[in-house]
């Protein structure tokens, strides 16, 4: 039984990491509690300032925000699109990438709630730091679950790598929400295999040093990773991979459990690129998130949601773009990104009895 409090909020330390500076109370309940999580890319989603941005960001930062009609269409099917999923609750917990700015992600927030009538299944908190370097895009966390706001950092800029915690029953869970370089041709000529391994090694780092307080740390990946699951980066530098028997906690060099690795594009892609589906979104579990202890997923509710986010014709199994502000393009024909979104079931357990 999923359980949805609301949350009285503290002040926090950290001014930069949400619009509003704060963080929220803990669940505290002798029972465990079921969760939906879910990544998208959404896809350019800027915000209604024009920040001066440089020349890939400016065609989406100007007509966002000089174009109230066009911002609000984009932020209406995203918000639309999520609240659909967990049987029309929409995610408990929502990461998404290609964020602009800590004020874009909380007009997703207030675009959200907007649209709930239940006000005990709001949005509470939303989790992000600015960047700043290369594309003005980020990662962020929006959640019904409390989030410890004071905990979230850049984990290395101007790596796109976000770091939140949630606390849950005394139980904590550290996502680490990503967007890594694309495959598209970078300055020196490589298509951004080095980008890659150093966004790899940045995460399996930080893994590291979490892992060695406590061999059983629940750490949820989730990101873009532009790249297969089965690509050097993912299985060699961050060490995740298919086989659930050889993800086990240990203080060694423990492996992670890949939850997208092994599936079938065809039925599994997040993206279409290239002529063909690939499965750049995924999600990624820490060995002490396969036991019943604190924090738990289930691999086999891995699911990448299409319903209605495919283009009405579409012979192929392509994500329905929203399209490039530039585009002339009439409002009914716009849709959602050019990812599909990937859910997963999370559960915690009940508060440790003292």
Known sequence: MVVFLRFVFLNAQNPQATQTGRSQKPINSAEAQEYLFCFWNVENLFDDKDDKRNNIDEAYDNPFAQDQNLRNLKYDRIAKALLKLNDGKGPDIIACAEVESVRAADLLKTTLNGLIKDDKLKYTAVAMQNIDGGRHIGTCVLSRVPLDVRATRLVRKPLRILETHLVVNGHNLCVLSCHWTSQLKQNDGSTGDDGRNKYANALYARFRELNEKNIKTDVLFCGDFNDSPNADPIVKNLGAIADITKVKPTADEPMLLNLMAGKDPAKFGTIWYDGKPLIYDQII??????????????????????????????RRREPWRFGNPEWNMRDEERGYADHFPVTVKLKVAGQVKK
Do not use: C, F, H, M
């Open 285 to 314: 579990a820490s060995p002490g998130l396969l036991d019943q202890e604190g924090w738990s997923v289930d691999p086999k509710s891995i699911t990448v949601e299409t319903k209605d986010l495919i283009r009405t014709g579409a």
